[in-house]
């Protein structure tokens, strides 16, 4: 099958995909497409989260917000923006990582963040984090 | 020269993804196989792939059974690797002035959607403006709309791995680190090779076939046994990020209308790539800062914060193309040729030469089927529908996993994404779940487990195998953690361990600084705190 061959084949369906849209009203795909890939396990980001998110990814793994503020459920402060913030796909495999103790006390973020070298809303990348895990 | 040759029915040179998936067909049907490869398996032109197992849309222009050729083959492979593939959702936006418009575009995604059950991908869908810009906050404000198409992304490191460790447990012997230095010859036919391995030590093995699967290297194994191998090799760069940046893959044209992929992976982005002649060295290549602006440039334009992410890497590889003259670099086919060099009169040396890693898997087939036929040998091929290891069985829910090992899921999700089924496994050989490269997560235990059990001899190996200094900290937080493990693993004294991390150090230092700026001085300069006493430079 040549190239001609193939040229051609794509010219008819190009012809029967104009045909199909001129008699047929199109609807929406976007639910469809979100609904089968956070089934999936891939969760997009909000808008608003996306507005923050170049922010919240700024992670260089120093440590320092350690000193500062100690765990979200048994997670170590720093891995929620070195590794949880990171993955695409079944970040909702370890929200029991995440999940904290009846009466535990949410750290300290702005003390955590105050000592950050490079400015990460902690805060904001825990709710983050929290909603992609919890789906 | 010391012990006596070792014989073999085939030796393969090569261990990218295609000599070691011949190595592992050739040796589940029967064979002997020794595997060698210069350095690590899949350190070149594999591992600086785009990571992802495509069908090939873009040959519905030019062949559709090569489309439905490489689907096919793209679904055997997400079939036996489960554990490795990740689905990646591309959102491929539509802008004034491109070349395809929406319409053209979303022809070709219906008439890519016939071949889509192949590999087990969903159909297309079609966005408006509106709706591309909910599903995807990032993208220029212009577009006229979108389309979506699905494909694979893969670790290539550990596929390639998973391919070497199958051949060896079918009996293949695999050596890492060995060069083949000179192809023995006996009046003009070859029967075997002469190789220096990781101690520097030579040695010859004996076989009836030599299998020449180098990569861009073919021309120069070629050259040992005074045949050529005509290549016009390409060299190609990525921008890695660590971490997520969009929520779709996303396809861009660059300013001379190439296509270009922002691809999505388990944690992190992979931006590329360039496609341009090559004519250097093959054993140094390096990124250019022109090559990271071109990126940057086309994707700048569909998705305008691009350049507020930091990257932490580069990649570059050069691909084996076929020659062809008077055609652009993009517009070379990725077709591959199993040439058997018989008809140029040496007996015994088969080359397989182009080709791509989406069909690695049948290139390995085809190649495998030319040796055994020169062989006399008659065994099916079984690859395609034979579980890589860690795909035997059904993987156990991370959380579950994590609370009976007392490791955190995260860890699990990227042990089980390493090792899959045999994830307990890996954890049980290194009996300890302290955390030693935070970014991954990964386990001493993983670490301790691919130094005795996956061939990795120096840290460069440990980050293809398992991912040490793979993320954000780019190795600052656990490099020299790692350097202690594999060295009590392998022996090394206190100044070889020194030296390990320092050589890794200056090796990753090459493929970070093109993209070093703003945030990655930051880091940088965390970087040298931690590796202060290394004396680097």
Redesign the interface.
């Known amino acids: 099958?040549?190239?001609a061959d193939?040229?051609a084949?794509?010219a008819w369906?190009?012809g029967l995909?104009?045909a199909r849209?001129r008699v047929s009203r199109?609807k929406?795909?976007?639910p469809?497409?979100?609904d089968?890939?956070t089934r999936?396990g891939?969760r997009?980001?909000?808008?608003a989260e996306?507005?923050e998110?170049?922010r919240l990814?700024?992670?260089?793994?120093?440590?320092l917000c350690a000193f500062a503020a100690t765990r979200m459920g048994?997670?170590?402060l720093?891995?929620l923006a070195?590794?949880?913030?990171?993955?695409?796909?079944?970040?909702g495999?370890?929200?029991?990582?995440l999940a904290a103790e009846s009466g535990a006390a949410e750290p300290d973020f702005a003390a955590a963040s105050a000592v950050c070298?490079?400015g990460l809303p902690l805060a904001d990348v825990a709710a983050v984090v929290r909603r992609l895990t919890a789906g | 020269m010391s012990a006596a040759p070792s014989a073999h029915d085939v030796c393969v040179i090569g261990g990218g993804v295609t000599g070691a998936g011949i190595a592992r067909d050739l040796s589940m049907r029967g064979l002997s196989v020794l595997l060698l490869d210069k350095g690590d398996w899949g350190a070149g032109t594999t591992g600086a792939s785009s990571w992802m197992i495509h069908g090939g849309p873009r040959y519905?222009?030019?062949?559709?059974?090569t489309t439905r050729l490489s689907t096919q083959d793209a679904g055997y492979i997400v079939s036996i690797a489960r554990n490795l593939v990740?689905?990646v959702?591309f959102l491929i936006p539509v802008l004034p002035h491109d070349r395809n418009n929406i319409?053209?575009m979303?022809?070709?995604m219906?008439?890519y959607d016939r071949f889509q059950p192949l590999k087990k991908a969903?159909p297309h869908?079609?966005?408006?403006p509106e709706?591309a810009?909910?599903?995807?906050?990032?993208l220029a404000p212009d577009i006229l709309g979108a389309v979506?198409m699905e494909e694979w992304g893969i670790d290539p490191h550990r596929l390639v791995w998973a391919n070497v460790e199958d051949a060896i447990a079918h009996g293949a012997r695999a050596l890492n680190h060995t060069r083949v230095t000179e192809l023995i010859r006996d009046a003009g036919k070859v029967i075997g090779v002469r190789y220096r391995g990781a101690d520097g030590a030579s040695s010859e093995a004996r076989a009836r076939v030599v299998v020449n699967a180098t990569g861009p290297w073919s021309a120069d194994i070629a050259g040992m046994a005074g045949v050529k191998v005509h290549l016009r090799p390409a060299k190609g760069i990525h921008i890695v990020y660590?971490?997520?940046?969009s929520?779709?893959a996303i396809s861009a044209e660059s300013i001379d209308g190439r296509d270009l992929l922002m691809v999505?992976?388990?944690?992190?982005t992979l931006l590329g790539t360039t496609d341009d002649d090559f004519y250097g060295d093959l054993d140094a290549v390096d990124v250019l800062q022109d090559e990271v602006d071109y990126l940057l440039q086309g994707f700048e334009r569909v998705f305008p914060?691009i350049r507020?992410?930091?990257p932490v890497r580069t990649t570059t590889g050069v691909r084996p193309t076929l020659f062809k003259w008077r055609k652009y670099e993009d517009e070379l086919s990725r077709r591959y040729e199993v040439i058997d060099h018989a008809r140029e009169g040496v007996e015994g040396l088969v080359t397989i030469a182009g080709g791509k890693l989406s069909m690695y898997r049948l290139m390995a087939e085809e190649t495998s089927d030319a040796v055994c036929r020169k062989l006399g040998h008659q065994a099916p091929c079984t690859t395609a529908t034979t579980p890589l290891p860690g795909n035997e069985s059904e993987m156990e829910?991370?959380?579950e996993l994590?609370?009976r090992c007392g490791i955190?899921?995260?860890a699990?999700?990227k042990l089980q994404?390493r090792h899959g089924s045999r994830a307990e496994k890996v954890l049980d050989a290194g009996k300890s779940t302290r955390i030693v490269c935070?970014?991954?997560?990964l386990t001493e235990s993983e670490l301790v487990y691919a130094a005795g059990h996956e061939q990795v001899r120096s840290l460069a190996d440990a980050f293809r195998r398992v991912g040490v200094a793979a993320?954000?900290?780019a190795g600052?937080?656990c490099v020299l953690r790692a350097a202690e493990i594999v060295g009590r693993e392998l022996g090394w004294s206190a100044s070889q361990r020194f030296e390990a991390a320092r050589d890794f150090v200056q090796g990753a230092w090459l493929g970070r600084a093109p993209v070093l700026d703003h945030?990655g001085w930051?880091?940088e300069e965390?970087a040298q705190g931690a590796f202060r006493g290394l004396r680097i430079g």
């Open positions: 099958m040549g190239r193939s040229l084949k794509l369906a190009y995909h104009q849209r199109p929406s795909q976007l469809a497409l979100l089968t890939y999936e891939i997009p980001l909000t808008a996306y507005a998110h170049p990814v700024t992670c260089i793994n120093c440590g048994k997670t170590r720093p891995d070195s590794s949880y913030m990171r993955l695409y796909a079944r970040v495999d370890a929200a029991s990582d070298p490079v | 519905l222009e030019f062949d559709w059974d990740y689905r959702v319409e053209r979303e022809t070709a219906e008439v969903h869908r079609r966005l408006t709706e810009h909910r599903a995807e906050p990032g979506t660590p971490h997520r940046i929520n779709f999505s992976h388990a944690g992190f914060d507020r992410y930091r829910p991370a959380a994590a609370a955190p899921a995260l699990v999700v994404s935070r970014c991954e997560p993320g954000p900290c600052a937080a945030a930051a880091q965390l």
